[in-house]
């Protein structure tokens, strides 16, 4: 939901787009296939705005040089966007990452618990008044 919040910040969407229903259904997604789901939706409203404007405004009046106003994307829009929506990782991919992140994760507490014999738990670092690494600065 942040990255498609994230993607749309500087685009109007219609109160009536339920950007949670759309999260649920793009839970494997790629940050790059839900920003492209949002470019989408977005060039489909802007395409539709355009037509529009052509249609109510004579062609020279259209270049008068005044900002246009950003397109609002309406449900529609992110229907048609979602029609041509896919993941770029397979499941296989997705889980050789889960497994590397676990791997990681894993790796980087090895010698939380590391303490000389006779002590019963770890001394503190120098500066370590929080539990937080000491930084260059204190030692």
Do not use: W
């Not at 990255?3 to 787009?17: E, G, N, Y």
């Not at 229903?21 to 790059?32: K, M, Q, R, W």
């Not at 090895?110 to 503190?124: D, E, K, L």
């Amino acid at each position: 939901m942040a990255i498609l919040k994230a993607a749309l910040r500087k685009s109007a969407v219609a109160k009536d787009v339920d950007m949670a229903y759309v999260a649920s259904l793009t839970i494997d997604f790629s940050g790059a296939d839900l920003t492209k789901i949002c470019q989408r939706a977005f060039i489909l409203a802007t395409k539709e705005s355009i037509g529009k404007k052509r249609q109510l405004i004579h062609p020279t009046t259209m270049a008068s040089g005044e900002p246009q106003p950003v397109p609002e994307i309406h449900r529609d829009h992110f229907e048609g966007a979602m029609e041509f929506a896919r993941r770029s990782g397979s499941d296989k991919d997705i889980s050789k990452y889960e497994m590397f992140a676990q791997t990681l994760e894993q790796s980087r507490g090895f010698a939380t618990q590391f303490h000389f014999p006779g002590q019963q738990q770890p001394s503190r670092a120098i500066g370590d008044q929080d539990g937080d690494e000491p930084s260059i600065n204190q030692i």
